[in-house]
T-cell receptor, first 118, second 116 residues
Framework: EAGVAQSPRYKIIEKRQSVAFWCNPISGHATLYWYQQILGQGPKLLIQFQNNGVVDDSQLPKDRFSAERLKGVDSTLKIQPAKLEDSAVYLC????????????????FGPGTRLLVL | GDSVTQMEGPVTLSEEAFLTINCTYTATGYPSLFWYVQYPGEGLQLLLKATKADDKGSNKGFEATYRKETTSFHLEKGSVQVSDSAVYFCALRRGVSSGSARQLTFGSGTQLTVLP
């Protein structure tokens, strides 16, 4: 079974530029998550999708971050404009259908996109 | 809100030493508890989990027991190897009855280095 795919793996941009990250979850997984992991910290959830609907985006800085999952499969996360403090690893994860039972709640993570804002 | 507190690192051990990484949590209801591992340059991988009190999760020689009375989920391994060098994250996910989206809340991570 293929894992969660993310691209690009690395990105360097200057502040005030725009950047987009792409994620393709494990086939059949209804739930998709984007996390931000700042160096030395644990991942922090930015947004959670169930199919193509947003379940939780309470920690997404909506003035500059946006995300979509139009067809309920792959997803893009965009930052516009980027700030220095956005330098982090952006992790995508997926899991089977939300609330389908504890046995199916494991989240599977992609390798992440490492962003450096100069 | 939910929170996870992990033992601060970095932790450096010799091969075959005993490992303990402490983890305590604060959450409403009955969360599920997880340990994830992150090897250099890779994404997080689930190491083990426990979904109810007194459950023991185990994998690859690592173990952790869900202790509701002490709100803890300490990670242990009897004999570490060089290949265990990684960052370990404790995490929780609130129970279904707690309502709202059931996101993972992570601790800050503990860097483990095992020397030959």
């Amino acid at each position: 079974e293929a894992g969660v795919a993310q691209s690009p793996r690395y990105k360097i941009i200057e502040k005030r530029q725009s950047v987009a990250f792409w994620c393709n979850p494990i086939s059949g997984h209804a739930t998709l998550y984007w996390y931000q992991q700042i160096l030395g910290q644990g991942p922090k959830l930015l947004i959670q999708f169930q199919n193509n609907g947003v379940v939780d985006d309470s920690q997404l800085p909506k003035d500059r971050f946006s995300a979509e999952r139009l067809k309920g499969v792959d997803s893009t996360l965009k930052i516009q404009p980027a700030k220095l403090e956005d330098s982090a690893v952006y992790l995508c994860a997926s899991s089977p259908r939300e609330n389908s039972g504890r046995r199916r709640e494991t989240q599977y993570f992609g390798p992440g996109t490492r962003l450096l804002v100069l | 809100g939910d929170s996870v507190t992990q033992m601060e690192g970095p932790v450096t051990l010799s091969e075959e030493a005993f490992l303990t990484i402490n983890c305590t949590y604060t959450a409403t209801g009955y969360p599920s508890l997880f340990w994830y591992v992150q090897y250099p340059g890779e994404g997080l991988q689930l190491l083990l989990k426990a979904t109810k009190a007194d459950d023991k999760g185990s994998n690859k020689g690592f173990e952790a027991t869900y202790r509701k009375e002490t709100t803890s989920f300490h990670l242990e391994k009897g004999s570490v190897q060089v290949s265990d060098s990684a960052v370990y994250f404790c995490a929780l996910r609130r129970g279904v009855s707690s309502g709202s989206a059931r996101q993972l809340t992570f601790g800050s991570g503990t860097q483990l280095t095992v020397l030959p």
